[in-house]
C-alpha cells in the first residue's frame, strides 16, 4: 500500500467495514485488500491497520471498534457525533470507494457539478473548531458585484442545494448565511470567539427549505397532479410534510415561503397547485402567466 494516497485507503478501508455491516476481522479485512481493484501490490498489515484506524478517527471523526465477544471482528461505533454528520460521511465514503474502484467505468459515472467551495470549506469548519474570528471578502450577487471585507465569527456550515453556506455573525451583530462558492478571500485570524450558549444551529432552519429564514413559517396546502404524488411523498419538500387525510394526494406543511421554497414549487411546474395561502396561490399563477406570455412573444 505505497502508492494509493493515504486518503483513498482510509475510504476503502471504512467502506469495506461498512459494506459488511461489522463482521469483518483484520484477516478478511486483509484478505479483500489482497482482492481489490485498488490495491498496488502491498499487503495490509496489522501496524498500517492499527495506524488507519487513528488517522481515520482524526480526519473523519469515525471510530473503528473490536468487538472481541463476537471473534475479534470490527465495526463502525456509534458515538456522540451527529448521526446525520455521519451517516452523510459513510454514504461520501462509500460512494468516493466505488467510483475509485471502478476506473474502468471512466466516461459511464456522472457526478453532477457542485460549487463546493474547496479550501474555503476547511478553512472555514478549522477556525469553527478553534474559535477564530476569519476576515472574508465576499461578493454576494448584487447589481454591482462589489465584495465587501469584514470580520465574522462562523458557527456552522450547511449545505443546500449543491451549495455549501457559512452560518456566522458579522460585525454588526446579524446572523447570516454565505455560500461558499461567493466568497473571494477567507482567512483565519488571531482574534478569538465563544460559540454563544444555547444557540441552535438546527433550529434556526427548521421551518425553512434551503437557507432563508426571512420568513414567518404558515401552514401551506398543495395538491400534486399529473403522477407526480408519489415523487413527493419520496422526497417531501419540507420534513413537516404530511398527507391531508381524507384528500387524494393534497400535502400540508408548515413551512417559511421563502424563495427557496417557492422555487422548489416552481420545479413541478403545473403538477403542484397550491390550495392556500390565498396569497401563494394567486403569486404563482400571476408567475404563471407572466411566463405564458414571454414565451408566446405577445
Known amino acids: 500500500m505505497s502508492t494509493l494516497p493515504i486518503i483513498q485507503r482510509y475510504i476503502w478501508l471504512v467502506n469495506t467495514i461498512a459494506r459488511f455491516d461489522g463482521r469483518l476481522t483484520f484477516g478478511e479485512i486483509s484478505h479483500k485488500w489482497a482482492e481489490s481493484p485498488m490495491n498496488d501490490g502491498s499487503p495490509l498489515s496489522r501496524s498500517t491497520f492499527y495506524r488507519y484506524r487513528e488517522g481515520i478517527r482524526e480526519l473523519f471523526g469515525i471510530a473503528l471498534e473490536c468487538d472481541a465477544a463476537r471473534g475479534n471482528v470490527y465495526y463502525i461505533a456509534q458515538d456522540n457525533c451527529d448521526g446525520r454528520l455521519q451517516t452523510w460521511l459513510l454514504d461520501t465514503l462509500g460512494v468516493a470507494n466505488v467510483v475509485g474502484e471502478s476506473r474502468a467505468l471512466s466516461g459511464r459515472i456522472l457526478p453532477e457539478h457542485s460549487p463546493s467551495g474547496g479550501s474555503k470549506l476547511v478553512t472555514a469548519v478549522e477556525a469553527m473548531q478553534a474559535g477564530q474570528i476569519l476576515m472574508m471578502s465576499y461578493e454576494g450577487f448584487n447589481p454591482y458585484n462589489v465584495p465587501w471585507t469584514f470580520r465574522i465569527k462562523p458557527f456552522a456550515v450547511k449545505q443546500s442545494m449543491n451549495r455549501w453556506y457559512l452560518i456566522g455573525e458579522g460585525e454588526n451583530g446579524s446572523v447570516r448565511c454565505y455560500a461558499l462558492d461567493r466568497i473571494c478571500e477567507l482567512a483565519p485570524t488571531q482574534e478569538r470567539f465563544e460559540f454563544p450558549a444555547g444557540f441552535d444551529v438546527e433550529e434556526m432552519f427548521v421551518n425553512s427549505v434551503g437557507v432563508m429564514t426571512d420568513e414567518e413559517p404558515e ?11 408519489n415523487y413527493v411523498r419520496s422526497l417531501p419538500l419540507h420534513h413537516s410534510q404530511e398527507e391531508v387525510e381524507g384528500e387524494t394526494d393534497v ?9 427557496d421554497f417557492i422555487m422548489k414549487l416552481r420545479s413541478y411546474g403545473p403538477a403542484v397547485e397550491v390550495i392556500q395561502p390565498s396569497w401563494l396561490r394567486d403569486q404563482l399563477a400571476s408567475e404563471a402567466l407572466l411566463t405564458r406570455k414571454r414565451n408566446s412573444g405577445d
Do not use: E, M, N, S
Request: net charge positive; glycine share 4%; proline share 5%.
Open 219 to 229: 401552514r401551506v396546502v398543495i395538491k400534486v397532479h399529473d403522477g407526480q404524488a
Open 251 to 259: 400535502f400540508a406543511l408548515y413551512v417559511c415561503p421563502t424563495i
